[in-house]
């Protein structure tokens, strides 16, 4: 059994936690190819994006809160030791029921403290939506991060506060490291910023817009706004808590001033995570289901769904459960999809599918992937080539075409979406080595285990009787 540590508990494939800081052996990590079509069930631990969310809007309200079967990983993790550096009480509530670990009981502080430093990991949702928090504690706040943190765009977030009245000092950069000087309350109003780097830019101003005086009414000025869903998911997150907040026009959003209430809820899981697993049986053929689907959700769900059935999967969402099947037979020549409104967190594993494509594929509108863990459109184009496929490089688009691939060590970036990618070439390319592949801790931990236990559900050979149902994965 293969795990390794992160900044959080750490679970084997049953669930139970290590105390032992074991880690994978450094080095690349061998891909493990596919020797059929597929046959399993994934059950997949909660959003980070939900978690994050939630984590900071139960920091904000003026009563405890209880996030049932969140995410633990990197960016969560992060995210807890941020809030609780600020004066927030987080509390472990075990869960016998999931396996992914405990619940989390969260009690606002009565007053946020500064004099604190914020470890932001390469967490987006960290370096972009606990700053605004940070500008209502009384005292400084220092954040910094991973050194390829430095890289991502921080300016929406950073000219915004300043614009609101708040000190920071980040010596002109507009990244980290950069320091964030509360006076305990922020006065709020109006405010405009170029959010065409990030929508997190806008969903962190957002989620502590209750807190100050006079709310927010926030006004995007630049190009469009990338991950509008994600803006989407904020909106529902502070109205389910009972906050007034609203998009009364395209680029605008209007939050108000008042209580967040605490509340009890359940995380869904995190369907982008859901994505390689059934990508999966585009690539190898066969059938994953994928159990706790919403029926309706401000994750990027529906997205995936129609992209699974572009690429020729049947897809059906049954009794709380998704159910993907699909032939390699029934792939199209070539894949087209513009991610300019749908976010770039899909985009990376679509294009490893359009590398197995014979076709020409087109993915544009990711121009803003250049700014996530890393740039991600020059990290697909360099280990696509590096596999056989042929890949030209545009500013905001990638045209794939298909070839003989063949074994290679790909490059995960510290991009846990990256070595994901990686991982799909290998389940038909021998010979992939993933040169980071404990990167994924970010988000999945697990990715390892699953990955694993997903193929030992592979359909047997001609000789063997074949499954007759779903083979359970769960952690």
């Not at 320091?179 to 989620?207: M, N, P, R, T």
């Not at 006079?214 to 009972?242: D, K, Y």
């Not at 009364?248 to 809820?265: D, H, M, Q, S, T």
Request: charged letters at 20%; aromatic letters at 6%; hydrophobic letters at 40%.
């Amino acid at each position: 059994m293969e795990i390794f540590k992160y900044s959080g508990p750490t679970f084997d494939l049953y669930g139970e936690e290590w105390s032992d800081s074991l880690i994978l052996d450094d080095g690349p990590w061998p891909a493990p190819t596919a020797s059929g079509p597929l046959d399993a069930s994934v059950t997949v631990p909660g959003s980070k994006s939900i978690t994050n969310r939630e984590l900071v809007l139960a920091a904000l309200a003026d009563e405890p809160s209880l996030l049932r079967r969140p995410l633990h990983a990197r960016d969560t993790s992060l995210m807890v030791d941020a809030l609780r550096a600020l004066g927030t009480d987080i509390e472990e509530v075990p869960h016998p029921e999931n396996p992914f670990g405990p619940d989390l009981r969260i009690t606002p502080a009565e007053e946020l403290e500064g004099g604190v430093s914020i470890e932001c990991g390469l967490a987006g949702t960290v370096m972009r939506f606990v700053p605004p928090v940070a500008a209502l504690a009384l005292g400084p706040v220092n954040f910094d991060g991973d050194e390829a943190a430095h890289k991502r765009p921080m300016s929406g977030v950073i000219e915004g506060l300043e614009k609101l009245g708040v000190e920071v000092r980040d010596d002109g950069k507009r990244r980290l490291p950069f320091s964030i000087y509360g006076a305990g309350k922020v006065s709020g109003g109006e405010l405009d910023i170029d959010a065409s780097a990030s929508s997190q830019f806008v969903s962190g101003l957002l989620l502590a817009a209750p807190r100050f005086t006079n709310g927010l009414t926030l006004r995007h000025t630049g190009e469009q706004v990338p991950s509008l869903p994600h803006i989407e998911m904020t909106l529902a997150a502070l109205r389910a808590r009972g906050v007034d907040a609203s998009s009364p026009e395209p680029n605008v959003w209007r939050v108000a001033p008042g209580p967040i209430a605490g509340r009890e809820l359940t995380v869904e899981p995190d369907l982008s995570n859901a994505a390689p697993f059934l990508l999966a049986t585009i690539v190898t053929g066969g059938a994953v289901c994928v159990p706790d689907w919403p029926d309706t959700s401000t994750q990027l769900g529906d997205l995936l769904i129609a992209v699974l059935r572009q690429l020729g999967a049947e897809v059906e969402l049954r009794d709380g459960t998704l159910y993907c099947s699909a032939e390699v037979s029934r792939r199209p020549e070539s894949f087209e999809f513009d991610f300019s409104d749908a976010g770039g967190e899909l985009a990376p594993n679509i294009a490893a599918i359009c590398a197995l494509l014979p076709g020409t594929s087109q993915l544009r509108g990711i121009g803003h992937l250049r700014g996530h863990e890393t740039d991600r459109v020059a990290a697909l184009a360099a280990e696509l080539q590096r596999v056989g496929a042929t890949v030209v490089e545009h500013d905001d688009r990638l045209e794939i075409t298909g070839g003989e691939l063949h074994g290679a060590t790909w490059g995960c970036y510290e991009d846990h979406r990256m070595a994901t990618t990686g991982a799909l070439i290998g389940l038909v390319t021998e010979g992939i080595e993933l040169d980071d592949v404990r990167c994924t801790s970010k988000t999945l931990p697990q990715f390892v285990a699953m990955w694993n236990a997903m193929l030992a559900g592979t359909t047997p050979g001609p000789e063997e009787e074949p499954p007759t149902s779903f083979i359970s994965l769960s952690l």
